[in-house]
């Protein structure tokens, strides 16, 4: 029952887009490290057991001893000792506890003979769950550790972390996932025809199509390359680890602020009906890189500041952030 409710906490709700199995496994395994506790359990049963066999220096393994000293005479001689008293009969918490630890040892390479902590059994568990979410066997061409390790930059605002994550997994209750699930009725796209898919909401629709253009347009502002529209990047968060790492600060930001701007607005037009134009979209991407250029200028030192911003603007005499790109949306409403 805990476990249903730390993912009814996770999802708000019966649906759940991404396995169970995949979240509990490490962030950068694509997971999001939700505490299995069935395993915790288990591994609680074990650091027990271990203390027993490694002889652990405390009045109450003098007691397990007597219940499982006959059991674990493979592992620790000394405990089946005559000269210590032993039980027949083994009560049911030590009957769970041998259970899980006869299994461990089957399926276990390690040695048992050495002290394990419960986290360190617990990490080994999930370790060995070897677990491969679902879009990496889809998308095989992608470099997911880098998606993964992206969706939890720095640069990723905890808000949009929630988005891009989706977005990731390709698990964004979008109408074609709604749809292939028979849960709507049409798998069309909120704002055209097609079918509303993630890669046709966030690169190919028309929605997306100008406030993409505005990033693809900092982007380049940043590095005088000429970046194109990838799925890579625009979809997977794959940025390209060859430019320096305040650059791809700057990235990710971009990215992953627009993909959020997109969803919710999106939801606003599909859920309230609110009236909307793609230059809407480029006033909200403006708004928030102002915002966050305003917040990194508070929280970092101004060596830091500089070497992240300074494509963008400078700090005056003053102290005052001094924009050098004109980021009138006006000006890039056609670019
Ligand atoms: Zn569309």
């Known amino acids: 029952m805990f476990q249903k409710r730390c993912f009814n906490f996770i999802w708000g709700r019966k649906l759940e887009p991404i396995s169970r199995k995949t979240l509990y496994s490490h962030?950068?395994?694509?997971?999001?490290?939700?505490?299995?506790?069935?395993?915790?359990?288990?591994?609680?049963?074990?650091?027990?057991?271990?203390?027993?066999?490694?002889?652990?220096?405390?009045?109450?393994v003098e007691f397990a001893v007597y219940w499982t000293g006959l059991q674990l005479k493979k592992y620790n001689p000394s405990i089946a000792s005559n000269n210590i008293p032993h039980s027949e009969i083994i009560p049911p918490f030590y009957v769970k506890c041998?259970?899980?630890?006869?299994?461990?040892?089957?399926?276990?390479?390690?040695?048992?003979?050495?002290?394990?902590?419960?986290?360190?059994?617990?990490?080994?568990?999930?370790?060995?769950?070897?677990?491969?979410?679902?879009?990496?066997?889809?998308?095989?061409?992608?470099?997911?550790?880098?998606?993964?390790?992206n969706v939890f930059s720095s640069a990723v605002d905890p808000e949009c972390r929630n988005t891009c994550f989706s977005i990731v997994h390709n698990a964004l209750l979008t109408n074609q996932y709604l749809f292939s699930r028979n849960m709507i009725r049409s798998s069309k796209c909120t704002f055209c025809s097609k079918p509303e898919t993630i890669d046709h909401l966030f690169v190919e629709c028309y929605i997306?199509?100008?406030?993409?253009?505005?990033?693809?347009?900092?982007?380049?502002?940043?590095?005088?390359?000429?970046?194109?529209?990838?799925?890579?990047?625009?979809?997977y968060l794959n940025v390209d680890n060859s430019y320096d790492k305040e650059i791809n600060y700057v990235f990710l930001i971009l990215l992953s602020e627009s993909r959020q701007i997109i969803w919710r607005t999106r939801n606003d037009v599909k859920f309230d009906k609110k009236l909307f134009s793609p230059f809407d979209l480029i006033c909200k991407l403006i708004y928030r890189l102002k915002y966050r250029i305003l917040l990194d200028f508070k929280r970092f030192p101004s060596e830091k500041f500089e070497l992240i911003w300074g494509n963008y603007c400078d700090v005056n005499a003053n102290k005052k952030v001094e924009l050098r790109l004109d980021l009138n949306p006006a000006i890039y409403a056609n670019i």
């Not at 490290?33 to 359990?41: F, G, Q, Y």
Request: with cysteine; proline share 3%.
């Open 27 to 60: 962030m950068l395994k694509g997971g999001l490290n939700v505490p299995n506790l069935e395993l915790k359990i288990h591994s609680f049963y074990l650091c027990h057991i271990f203390k027993i066999i490694n002889n652990y220096n405390t009045p109450w």
């Open 98 to 149: 041998l259970s899980v630890f006869t299994d461990f040892v089957e399926n276990c390479k390690s040695s048992v003979n050495s002290l394990w902590t419960v986290k360190e059994i617990y990490n080994y568990f999930i370790e060995n769950m070897n677990i491969e979410p679902k879009c990496v066997r889809d998308c095989k061409s992608v470099d997911f550790n880098n998606s993964f390790k």
């Open 208 to 235: 997306s199509t100008s406030i993409n253009k505005v990033v693809l347009f900092f982007m380049h502002v940043l590095t005088a390359d000429n970046h194109k529209l990838s799925l890579k990047q625009f979809h």
